[in-house]
């Protein structure tokens, strides 16, 4: 068994192959076989050969075939997705995300030319990222976000592969992601106060007031989704506490969680609450309505959809929530609590938002610089023809300067009185004190003016 270059007979003369090829038997094989393995390098040809075995061997053992071992059986990637898609349903993902996000991988294998596994790679990728590639719904430009959510769910599906073992790594693993902070093109902001009070003074313009539900989820932070399939048994008014439960099935980080409910939504929700629920009683009775009968209404009150801050929809009412939260003087991890986020960073950095006016009403809490400083600021006359802008730095100056002389002369003065007491001690004792260049260092005559005292003093 091993490799070896192949000959026939041209025109009477034995002529020699210039590629190997490979004699192998399986232990399960009556006979060797020959398999040509395509390389005039002896040392290709040998591991060619290993790896083709390696194949043979775990073909008939039913085990998965590496995609990288020569000889391993090509894959169609259309018909793996397939497989993906069925992988992701029964995982119990929503039917949102996995149209998403096999519609994604197809259309990375359909404009990256992809037809096997092994086709896939990273520079293929990166070319398509990088030559712009444009929705398929309006033709604009993909944006950034849209971009990231791509390579999540290539990533993803390399992913799997791997773990089924139809790839021995995934060779987009390394590829940086698209940086998403500042370039958002869907940001969302805040209702503003006026905003949610005009919504919820006047009825919607549709036939379905759903007024209960912007009220629900503006003062519970609920995800829309998360309120549609919100159950009477799921909501606990009587405790001392009231609250509600998130059950797994329905929160998007699959977990089920409480939420704490402020006492004017608890006693909102005990109006409404039946006397006695069925089973499975939802707390909304009506489905609500989609983000376009939202923005109809909206129009409709001539309230601003979008603006330089973002634009409003049902997900903004989860940041208004955070929002109100953070105004109302609510620490962080509680409000990372109350919003379920993973991290207490992504409560104030991406739902908190603070509008112009709160800011200057928050800076006049402030205090000068120069209250602690009363002495300074007693010696600052500013007159009131001048301008505050010119003259403040001089100003500052000058009392500086004058609370300096202030103090210098007092030191003079003890200095003096401490000489005469060094004075008195010589007459008396005979000795001079140890710091007789108490005055030389301390002193605050000029330099010249010691230095001929000090010659006089010596002669």
């Known amino acids: ?30 006979k060797p076989k020959q398999v040509a393995l395509c390389t005039t390098d002896k040392q290709i040809a040998e591991r060619r050969l290993k790896q083709f075995t390696q194949v043979q061997d775990l073909q008939h053992e039913g085990l998965p075939v590496p995609a990288g071992l020569w000889g391993a059986p090509a894959h169609d990637l259309v018909a793996l997705v397939d497989e993906y898609r069925a992988s992701l349903v029964a995982q119990k993902r929503t039917p949102i995300h996995v149209h998403d996000t096999v519609g994604r991988i ?12 092994t086709d896939i790679n990273a520079t293929s990728y990166e070319r398509w990222r990088s030559a712009g590639p444009r929705s398929l719904k309006n033709g604009h430009p993909v944006s950034p976000k849209t971009l990231k959510e791509y390579q999540t769910s290539l990533n993803a599906f390399c992913e799997w592969l791997v773990y089924m073992g139809f790839a021995e790594s995934n060779p987009i693993a390394k590829v940086p992601k698209v940086e998403t902070r500042g370039k958002e093109t869907q940001a969302r902001r805040a209702w503003s106060e006026e905003e949610f009070l005009l919504f919820m003074a ?74 006695s629920p069925r089973p499975g009683e939802k707390v909304l009775p ?46 962080a991890d509680v409000a990372r609590q109350v919003m ?17 006016n ?61 000489a005469c007491q060094r004075g008195k001690m010589v007459v008396g004792t005979g000795f001079e004190p140890v710091n007789g ?18 010659k006089v003093t010596e002669s």
């Open 1 to 30: 068994m091993g490799v070896f270059k192949p000959s026939r007979r041209i025109n009477g003369k034995r002529v020699q192959s210039a590629e190997y090829a490979g004699r192998f038997r399986m232990p399960w094989m009556n």
């Open 106 to 117: 197809l259309r990375l294998i359909r404009e990256c030319t992809w037809a096997k596994v």
């Open 202 to 275: 006047k009825a919607p313009a549709g036939s379905l007031d759903y007024r209960s539900a912007v009220y629900i989820l503006f003062m519970t932070g609920l995800r829309r989704e998360e309120l549609q399939e919100l159950l009477w048994s799921d909501v606990h008014l009587d405790e001392e506490s009231p609250y509600l439960m998130v059950r797994s099935v329905n929160a998007k980080n699959h977990l089920t969680q409480p939420v704490g409910l402020v006492s004017e939504i608890a006693d909102y929700l005990r109006k409404m609450c039946p006397d």
């Open 286 to 331: 009506y489905t609500i309505p989609g983000t376009r009968d939202l923005y109809r209404d909206l129009k409709a009150l001539g309230i601003e959809l979008r603006n330089a801050d973002g634009k409003l929809d049902f997900h903004a009412l989860r940041h208004s929530f955070a929002t109100m939260l953070a105004r109302s003087g609510v620490g």
């Open 340 to 356: 379920r986020h993973q991290s207490v960073q992504l409560t104030p950095g991406n739902y908190t938002h603070t509008t112009q």
């Open 358 to 418: 709160a800011v200057a009403a928050e800076l006049k809490k402030v205090p000068g610089v120069l209250e602690g400083c009363s002495r300074v600021r007693s010696l600052l006359p500013v007159p009131e023809s001048h301008n505050h802008a010119q003259a403040g730095i001089s100003d500052i100056m000058a009392a500086v300067t004058q609370y300096v002389d202030m103090r210098m002369d007092s030191l003079q003065k003890t200095l003096s009185v401490t």
């Open 437 to 454: 260049d108490t005055e030389r260092i301390y002193s605050p005559r000029p330099l010249a003016t010691w230095i001929s005292h000090r």
